[in-house]
């Protein structure tokens, strides 16, 4: 039996992508009942072809796909990461749509579909499916981590150029993912191109659409850049400019609005292709309260990780004027007195100052980090 150079067997017929180890598709789920063990990292085969997650120095992730696919980084132009959770009954609905369109546009690609620790029969529907589709990858996880977690291993370990995000509920148009990956094509210039939705369908509408628009405007405000669509789950971006800022990613939907957001504050140029959105197949997994109070939360951390100095000077510039006010103001009441409360205001806002000038050091002492 040939063996890889980590002295683990090979076998077959289904191939593990993520340490160059061959299985058969039924082990995925003997293993356990979502999905297989993480791997430790090993040497990659002897042919040279570098493999997802021993580049990064991180845990590869176990994961299933056709036998004599390319495999290694870079060898695809296309990954498109769909992460399942609870799709059982229109999953394959959506994988169908994806490579009749992927495979009309003539890219190499590859279809990594994650399922996050599905509760319902998702992850056998995608074991079933996987001799039909030669594109797709599988990567079950063994416990459920949120959209973002699927979202950032999926593009660490992805084998394409260009990584397409976009949610398995039927709500985007993802007969057009071509169309995206044409534009970063054709605009070389361009890192990031988000489909900006014309409408709004998902639940909590009343309370959603005003919510998004505040947290919309927070982040032009915050960025100096026009969004039409801050958390638009359809986008396609190069994955060597996004690998810096995977680490950033939180693990729920406020994700889309982090890598938005990464790429904004360093002067990545995003563009904005706009889509119709359609009401979403099954049950939601939006949270209103939650999940607002994460894209607030979200959006004030990547410019204060970026750009500290956009949200502390103005507030400590603020605080100062308004004990300079308030001193005034006790100065001629109070016979040349200064009370409490402007020597409060003046020393809140020298903190202030003095902290927006030393984050803003370390941001500028941190490089590429």
Not at 29 to 40: F, G, K, R, V
Not at 171 to 194: A, K, S, W
């Amino acid at each position: 039996m040939a063996r890889l150079p980590s002295g683990r067997p090979v076998r077959s017929p289904g191939e593990v992508t993520s340490d160059g180890v061959t299985a058969p598709t039924s082990a995925l789920a003997a293993t356990s009942p979502a999905t297989s063990p993480a791997l430790p990292p090993v040497a990659p085969p002897a042919t040279g072809v570098p493999l997802a997650g021993h580049l990064s120095g991180a845990p590869a992730h176990l994961s299933v796909t056709s036998p004599g696919q390319p495999r290694g980084e870079n060898t695809l132009e296309v990954t498109v990461v769909l992460p399942c959770y609870n799709e059982q009954d229109h999953v394959l609905q959506e994988i169908e749509r994806i490579t009749v369109a992927m495979d009309a546009s003539g890219y190499s690609y590859e279809l990594l579909v994650i399922d996050d620790k599905s509760t319902d029969s998702t992850l056998q529907v995608l074991e079933q499916a996987l001799p039909k589709f030669p594109h797709m990858r599988l990567m079950p996880f063994r416990t459920n981590g949120g959209s973002g977690t699927a979202r950032r291993i999926g593009t660490r370990e992805a084998f394409g150029r260009i990584v397409v995000w976009t949610d398995a509920d039927m709500t985007y148009p993802n007969e057009r993912i071509p169309e995206f990956v044409r534009y970063l094509h054709e605009n070389p210039g361009i890192d990031q191109v988000v489909g900006a939705r014309m409408t709004e369908e998902g639940t909590h509408k009343v309370l959603r659409v005003p919510a998004k628009w505040v947290i919309r405007k927070i982040a032009e405000r915050l960025s100096s850049t026009k969004i039409p669509d801050l958390n638009s789950g359809l986008r396609a971006f190069r994955r060597d400019v996004s690998l810096p800022y995977l680490r950033l990613l939180p693990p729920g939907f406020s994700c889309v609005t982090t890598i938005t957001m990464s790429f904004l504050s360093n002067q990545h140029p995003v563009e904005y292709l706009p889509i119709d959105y359609a009401k979403r197949a099954g049950s939601s997994k939006f949270h209103f309260v939650k999940d607002a109070y994460r894209y607030i939360l979200q959006v004030l951390r990547m410019v204060m990780y970026f750009n500290p100095i956009k949200v502390l000077m103005p507030l400590a510039l603020g605080l100062l004027s308004l004990s300079f006010i308030k001193g005034i103001i006790d100065v001629i009441r109070y016979d040349f007195g200064i009370t409490t409360n402007a020597v409060l205001l003046f020393i809140s806002g020298l903190l202030i100052f003095t902290l927006a000038l030393l984050a803003d050091l370390i941001v500028r002492s941190r490089g590429e980090t």
